[in-house]
């Protein structure tokens, strides 16, 4: 069922980790507070029209901005589906929350907004794993081809990707204590050049260290045990390989584990940092320790304390 010709939807994605810790790739989770939004209609001009891409630096190419590749992705699927549309296009206007190459899933919440909203627009024909599957095209074309963080970004939570092809979601429960302290610095780090960093060949002594601190972090989840999240937050691949491309980390960090952080290590692809807690004093300590760390260094940057964001992505109609 295609809605009329002059519905509108708007739906709303929060930002996430993802990867969080040592779960390159495999472990993300939705983070509670900015998020983007993307306003989907029907339109005139055949194909993907941006009419606001939400900020000065993102492109108004359709092909070029994650919102409109995964909304043109949509449109092809409802297609194959032999959806017939009530117009040639699709317009969209972003409202961009989320900062700009700052390792908190910005281009991916763009582009399960962009997904959802068009997919509603269809009256939601295509199923979860098949937005995935058109959130995993923009993402690809803008940054890197991963879960990670548009998986948490759709569904909320923190979740594990067990497969990318076919796609395999497992959701995993939310340890109750969970506060996560984001750090952002002021600086931008494309997720392609972070990604260049990092190793091509791995010592076989960290991928097992590695397998052993995801298995601890599902742990974790399903034990409610923060402590152990914390340790496992032991990340030997993508870590060292980035630290050096952000300024201030390796102080940041620090400085959060004498404040009595549990854990703590670079958000995805950085250059935000981040910290765990269980405890709501301790983790407004550890931001002001990690702000303190950056200002030191003559680096500005935003803390904040949040959680684990559980709503994940919603859409309503306007
Ligand atoms: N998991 C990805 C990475 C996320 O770390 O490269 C980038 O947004």
Redesign the pocket.
């Known amino acids: 069922m295609v809605t009329e010709r002059h519905a509108r939807f708007v739906a709303s994605t929060p930002g996430s980790i993802?990867?969080l810790g040592p779960g390159?790739?495999v472990v993300g989770c939705a983070i509670a507070g900015l998020r983007d939004e993307v306003v989907a209609e029907w339109w005139d001009a055949p194909g993907v029209t941006v009419l606001d891409p939400g900020h000065a630096d993102l492109p108004r190419a359709a092909t070029r901005h994650a919102a409109a590749i995964a909304s043109a992705a949509v449109s092809f699927a409802a297609g194959r589906h032999g959806v017939v549309a009530p117009a040639p296009g699709i317009a969209l206007t972003v409202r961009k929350g989320l900062p700009l190459s700052g390792g908190q899933?910005g281009s991916a919440a763009s582009a399960v907004a962009g997904a959802v909203a068009t997919n509603a627009l269809y009256g939601d024909v295509l199923d979860v794993n098949a937005v995935l599957e058109c959130c995993l095209v923009a993402e690809a074309k803008v940054?890197?081809r991963?879960l990670?963080?548009i998986a948490p970004a759709l569904f909320g939570g923190i979740t594990l990707i067990r497969c990318i092809d076919p796609i395999d979601i497992i959701r995993l429960p939310v340890p109750a204590k969970l506060r996560i302290i984001l750090v952002h610095p002021a600086q931008r780090l494309s997720?392609s050049m972070?990604?260049r960093a990092l190793p091509k060949l791995v010592p076989l002594s960290d991928v097992t260290h590695q397998l052993a601190q995801v298995g601890a972090m599902i742990a974790a989840c399903y034990t409610n045990d923060v402590g152990l999240l914390g340790r496992a937050i032991d990340d030997r691949i993508?870590e060292p390989a980035r630290a050096p491309m952000i300024p201030g980390f390796m102080e940041a960090k620090r400085a959060a584990m004498a404040a009595g952080a549990l854990g703590a290590s670079i958000s995805?692809?950085g250059p935000t940092a981040f910290a765990l807690s269980d405890d709501a004093d301790v983790a407004q300590r550890i931001a002001r320790a990690m702000s303190e760390a950056y200002s030191v260094l003559g680096i500005e940057c935003t803390a904040t304390v949040t959680e684990v964001d559980v709503e994940g992505t919603t859409v309503r109609r306007l």
């Open positions: 993802g990867n390159l790739d899933g940054a890197a991963h990670d963080n997720t972070a990604r993508a995805g692809a």
